[in-house]
């Protein structure tokens, strides 16, 4: 079972600022296997990027997804208040499927 | 409208069984492979099964093997979880989910229903 390990486990920013989260997978994953969700309070996740870097539809572009080996990156540029929830990354190259346990972005 | 609506959750004792479906619409269903996901309260997501877009592939996350089974019926556009011998810890909010392009169960997932809330206590 890959293991993904996401840091930190809470970032708290301001409004306006730029998040960087994490996601360390315990073996290697091919980045076209490699999502990125939202979720906010009482909502089903939202698919924000695939492959790694791929924008879903509808994603605005402060949001992108990059990757360097076994460690990839969600990075939102300018922080709208609606982008405080929590993140989860994602395998789905083999199974198990498997997530991470989630990044809490929160108001500072 | 793309949506997928989940529903046959409750409160059910240890032991017993559920059977959770998920009704899609909006789109053509049997292109696409389907999975379940669950949330238990205040916890991460937990993949749980998936379905291949023909049903020839599924599988079963090891918690659950044994005990659960998935299953689609794409003349109605519904997915199925029959959960059997449920346990305490399957206490969670069951969402089904959709693979984005492919339909083999290896992609992301797009398309999530709003979940079902299971709960498993005596």
């Known amino acids: 079972e890959i293991v993904l390990t996401q840091s930190p486990g809470t970032l708290s920013l301001s409004p306006g600022e730029r998040a960087t989260l994490s996601c360390r997978a315990s073996q290697s994953v091919d980045s076209i296997y490699l999502a990125w969700y939202q979720q906010r309070p009482g909502q089903a996740p939202r698919l924000l990027i695939y492959a790694a870097s791929n924008r879903a539809p509808g994603i605005p572009d402060r949001f992108s997804g990059g990757d360097s080996g076994t460690d990839f990156t969600l990075t939102i540029t300018r922080l709208e208040p609606e982008d405080f929830a929590v993140y989860y990354c994602?395998?789905?190259?083999?199974?198990?499927?498997?997530f991470g346990q989630g990044t809490k972005v929160e108001v500072k | 409208q793309v949506q997928l609506v989940e529903s046959g959750g409750g409160v059910v004792q240890p032991g017993t069984s559920l059977r959770l479906s998920c009704a899609a619409s909006?789109?053509?269903?049997?292109?696409?492979?389907m999975h379940w996901v669950r949330q238990a309260p205040g916890k991460g997501l937990e993949w749980v099964a998936v379905?291949?877009?023909?049903?020839?592939?599924?599988y079963l996350a090891d918690s659950v093997k044994g005990r659960f089974t998935i299953s689609r019926d794409n003349s109605k556009n519904t997915l199925y979880l029959q959960t059997n011998s449920l346990r305490a810890e399957d206490t969670a909010v069951y969402y089904c989910?959709?693979?984005?392009?492919?339909?083999?169960?290896?992609?992301?997932?797009?398309?999530w229903g709003q979940g079902t809330l299971v709960t498993v206590s005596s």
């Open positions: 994602q395998q789905y190259g083999s199974s198990p499927w498997t």
């Open positions: 379905i291949w877009y023909d049903a020839t592939n599924k």
């Open positions: 989910a959709r693979a984005l392009f492919d339909s083999s169960g290896f992609d992301a997932f797009d398309l």
């Open positions: 909006g789109f053509t269903f049997s292109r696409f492979a």
